[in-house]
């Protein structure tokens, strides 16, 4: 059972990214994925989630309208793409899944982990 986190890079402020979370060993469309931040020094930190029924939930107000999210059941993937990209935006992303319907708030409730993903958003 694995997660793979890719898309990450060195970006311009106002630019976009779009992360990729595949998934093996298992088949996420009855999975909730998350995707998770942590920038230096802080803890980790909600950013957007996918339910299995493909509803999002936003933890994080300040990637409203900037942030998607989506699934390809038939790859496997959940992507994230990432608009109008910050400085504050610069972290590390990890995507992360939680078997049933709903979308859990908190980095706990997750039983699966990618290894992150390097995102900086940079002049």
């Known amino acids: 059972v694995q997660l793979v986190e890719s898309g990450g890079g060195l970006v311009q402020p106002g630019g976009s990214l779009k992360l990729s979370c595949a998934a093996s060993g298992f088949s996420l469309d009855s999975y909730a994925i998350g995707w998770f931040l942590q920038a230096p020094g802080k803890e980790r930190e909600g950013v957007l989630c996918?339910?299995?029924?493909?509803?999002?939930?936003y933890f994080a107000n300040s990637v409203k309208g900037r942030f998607t999210i989506s699934r390809d059941n038939g790859q496997n993937t959940v992507y994230l793409q990432m608009n109008s990209l910050k400085a504050e935006d610069t972290a590390v992303y990890y995507c992360a899944a939680d078997w049933g319907e709903g979308c859990p708030e908190y980095v706990y409730e997750y039983g699966y982990w990618g290894q992150g993903t390097h995102v900086t958003v940079s002049s």
């Open positions: 996918i339910s299995s029924g493909d509803r999002p939930t």
